[in-house]
């Protein structure tokens, strides 16, 4: 049963405060969790509060972590760790406001991680075992070239990644996905991009002539690496079109300088998709946009469509894309919905619905990997948790790396391969 509750201030990796909680069972045991922040951040997310004062420019989390030792604390000591849902009921409840603005989902998150993890410890287990009992690893999106909000805009698509669709395993599919990094980092160096140079996520970043040229220098990066694109590699992106919105509801393409509405938007990706081999395309239009939304789902039918800011990791949004036939593949960003219960519920909704449930780290990230674990124990499928440089990243990555390893043996088909992405069959 849990016992104490602490919090405090660490940083995330872009050097800007996030809240670390603790939690104390009565028999000892502890667990530690981070939290991570996200920089496109959609409008119905959960929210993370914010000092707003003069320390770190108005970023810091005291008021966050004063909660989780105060009103979060007193609300979930006593109760059993083991019982996940009750815990981050209590926690929802003590907050009282839909999206967590009063005690802060940055401090609500931390209390229901930090407590998986002191459960898990309690039971001498790693933390994918309290989330499930068949592991399963991912399948890897891998960040190579970053625009938008992770890189000051130098392009207007914010991920460019690399999906190693031909690994049979794990390992082998981030030992493909880095080659493909160093492949298009030499590509780059050639156009004059400083490759060594990284954005939020790790990815490359540099000035390119419009869009279209991100997804041919990572083409070409696929190509020197020796790798075959499209049988090995397949390419994704993910828009954050929210990000581009105008005032009129259409959407701005700085480099290009034009300016497409959804219609004219989704028939460019198209053609993008008939020239690359693109399996998945995550959040091409706005949050609100369900009706370009309806148009961009019947035109790209047989790819990966990916809702993130249209779905924020929140149940009744799913369920109204599920309805009416909109995107077939859910990001799932647990502190967009506030608790880990929370967003175990949107991977099992996503399954009974045929969606793929694609679990993913924030462009503010720490090097806690309890997002490795919930892949692994959810059965998701799917990751993205940025590029292959920066600990941050690699940490992710990593424990993967030690799960393949350590789980090699005990059964056959523990890795999920390109059979995770949507559209199934
Ligand atoms: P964010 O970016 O963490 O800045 O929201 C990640 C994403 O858009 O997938
Ligand atoms: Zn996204």
Known sequence: EIANVDAWEALDSRGRPTVACCVTLSEGTQGVAAVPSGASTGR????????????????????AAGHVRGELAAAVVGRLAGDQRAVDDALRRADGTRHLERLGANAVLAVSVATARA??????????????????????????????????GLIDIQDI???????????????????????????????GIVASLV?????????????????????RGVEASGLVLG??????????????????????????DRTLDAVELVD????????????????????DDWEGWRYASQQLRTIQVLGDDLF??????????????????????????????????????????????????????????WIADLAVGSRAGQIKVGSTTRSERTAKWNRLLQLEHQLAGSNAGRYAGPAALAPYG
């Open 44 to 63: 119905h997310e959960a929210r993370e509060l914010r000092d707003g004062d003069e320390r770190y420019g108005g970023f810091g989390v005291r008021a």
């Open 119 to 152: 459960s898990a410890a309690s039971h001498d287990q790693p933390l994918w075992q309290v989330i499930g009992s068949d592991p399963l690893l991912p399948l890897p999106m891998v960040n190579i070239v970053s625009g938008g909000a992770h890189a000051d």
């Open 161 to 191: 990644l690399a999906v190693p669709v031909g690994a049979t395993s794990f390992a082998e599919a981030i030992e493909w996905a880095g080659r493909v990094r160093l492949g298009t980092a030499r590509a780059a160096e050639e156009l």
């Open 199 to 219: 954005a939020d996520e790790g990815g490359i970043a540099g000035r390119l002539p419009n869009n279209r040229a991100a997804l041919e220098l990572v083409a």
């Open 231 to 256: 049988e090995e590699i397949g390419l994704a992106l993910d828009i954050a079109a929210t990000q581009l919105l105008t005032a009129d509801g259409r959407y701005r393409l700085e480099t290009e």
């Open 268 to 287: 460019e990706i198209a053609a993008w998709c008939a020239a690359f081999p693109l399996v998945s395309v995550e959040d091409l239009l706005g949050e």
């Open 312 to 369: 924020v990791t929140q149940l009744d949004r799913l369920d109204r894309g599920v309805e009416d036939g909109i995107a077939n593949a859910v990001l799932v960003k647990v502190n967009q919905n506030g608790t880990l219960t929370g967003g175990l519920d949107v991977v099992t909704r996503a399954r009974a619905a045929a969606y793929a449930p694609v679990i993913s780290a924030r462009s503010g990230e720490t090097e806690d990997t």
